[in-house]
């Protein structure tokens, strides 16, 4: 695990992507590529020892579904449309 020191506090970059996790856009198809993204409160100091507690009772916010190629959050019309693959001002 690696920490990295920023202005506004701490980074920790827990693991990396690997390249076929999430794939590059392919404007043929125009698929979205749906993800969640969910807060959790943690005790860093738990947290480092491998205790991670995210559990329903830590859980703070959890975002609407958004495309990771367009930056477009779900919605029934969105999903029947081809992603365009960079987020746009529509």
């Known amino acids: 695990m690696t920490i990295i ?3 506004t506090g701490f980074m920790q ?3 990396k992507f690997k390249d076929k996790e999430i794939p590059e856009f392919d404007p043929r198809t125009g698929d979205h590529y749906w993800h969640i993204i969910a807060n959790w409160k943690v005790d860093p100091l738990v947290w ?23 930056e477009r959050f779900y919605t029934p019309l969105l999903a029947k449309r081809r992603c365009k693959g960079g987020a746009t001002s529509e």
Do not use: F, M, R, V
């Open 5 to 7: 020191p920023k202005p």
């Open 48 to 70: 480092l020892k491998g205790d991670s507690h995210l559990d329903s009772e830590n859980l703070l916010t959890i975002t609407a579904p958004c495309c990771y190629y367009c």
């Open 13 to 15: 970059e827990l693991y």
